[in-house]
């Protein structure tokens, strides 16, 4: 233990610069060895669909109800133009977002706590298996949480010292990233004009304070419109996520540790360090507490507790969505540990980290078959075998197109002008429900019809199953989970 005192608190290159370097290089070899385990699906078709748009193109979709800012999207679309459009492409982009938070986090825990902290946040970083899920989907979040570990290192950097213009420059440059790759950057945007209030010590320091806030405010003006917009439509029509249970706050912190056990260990850890700080109380050689600490704490707590309550009337608390809250989450148990194990306890602090990574080590389950799991080549692939000259796909829901497509056929995928008559033309139709899938039918009399559709409705006006079985002969079926069915219909 004395060897690793003595390694962590040594300010040198190794701790500079190596071990973030051998945390990202870990990272992104063993995240990259499963970028083309999971199949393309969820929101992933519709992100790279749309980033092959021209640029008015992606800025339209704002227009029509896309709920998310342009950045990603933008950026995808230059990155296609580099890479293509396969799997491994696509998913690049955000393992390199992922890979490099790595060194901003660790950054954080040295630069202002020290380096065991800096260890523990990147290292508890690189095992979570939501980060792990996010760095290899093709969508913003890995994106969300780079920008929100650098806004949160600029900020502190900014906050003790308001007249550094670097430091200001880049708060104010990684505030309009963030709040133009997703509009929940805004939470951390009303947390730093409230950490500015509390902390700044004079009226001119909250002035200065407030200026990479106002700046960016200014400018996120051209899409305060669609935000507004958006939060209309949300609050009367809802979204499609349910209101969450009362258990489901403390069930995401279990999957931030990966399981409930790990979370339960660091409970454990906290209670001891908590009898050692009072002992160090008592003894009059404990540090005097930090509000960096403070300002990690409220940096998940305030918007995480947010998302959950409002959640009641506009559901907005699912994985994705709170994933940008595990930044302070991975930084703050490290720094809470450091702060209550002082002086000659202090062994115990990486006696208990070591045995807290080691057990969530144990418990990460790389990509597992109960989350967001789809088979959907095996479908596709399953659907293809049927085809023939005279027959006709449906797919259902409408909104399971471009899944389709990405997996059927590439160059179809490709058509950004006009997709609905370029389907058409290859006999393939997107359905709403049970009447639109009639009036198809009913204009290509006498084929085959191939029918995929993500789960089982039973709503008469939706569930095309029993109707088809009527009218049909079914040839086979297949189920691909988790959700997605294909049964193959020949005239009678």
Known sequence: MRFLREIFKDNSPIIRYYIPFGLMLISLIWKFSFIDYRDISMDEPFTIYHAQKDFKGMIDLLSKGEPNPPLFMIMMHYWIK???????????????????????????????????????????????????????????????????????????IYLNDVKNKRAMFFLILSNLLLVYSHYFGWYIIILQFL????????????????????????????????????????????????????????????????????????????????????????LRSVTRFRKELLILFLWWMIPYSFMFLISAKVPMFSSKY???????????????????????????????GIILLAYMGINTEMLPNTYSYREIRKAVRFASEYKTDNCIFILHPYWSDLLFLYHYDRDVFTETNNLPARMKENGIYNVWGLTHAKQVVEANPGKRVILLQDGIFASPEENLFAHFDTIFTKVDSGFFPQITHVRIYNPK
């Open 322 to 352: 709170i994933l940008f809250n595990t930044i302070g989450f991975y930084l703050f148990i490290p720094a809470l540990f450091s702060f209550l194990f002082q002086q000659k306890f202090r062994w115990l602090n990486y006696l208990g």
């Open 82 to 156: 580099l890479f293509g459009l396969d799997p491994i492409a696509v998913r690049t982009l955000p393992l390199l977002f992922n890979t490099l938070t790595i060194p901003i986090v660790y950054s954080i825990g040295l630069r202002f706590f020290n380096a065991w902290t800096g260890f523990m946040a990147a290292a508890l970083f690189v095992l979570s298996e939501y980060q792990f899920f996010a760095a290899l989907e093709a969508r913003t979040y890995s994106l969300l949480s780079l920008l929100v570990a650098s806004s949160l290192y600029f900020y502190l």
């Open 195 to 282: 950490f500015t209030s509390a902390f700044s010590k004079s009226w001119k320091n909250a002035l200065w304070g407030y200026l990479p806030v106002v700046t960016t405010f200014i400018g996120f003006l051209p899409l305060l419109p669609f935000v507004i917009n958006q939060f209309l439509r949300k609050s009367k029509v809802g979204t499609f996520l349910m209101p969450p249970d009362s258990s489901q706050f403390l069930n995401e912190l279990y999957c931030f540790l990966n399981h409930k056990s790990v979370l339960y260990y660091a409970l454990y850890i906290l209670a001891a360090a908590v009898l050692f700080y009072l002992t160090g109380l008592l």
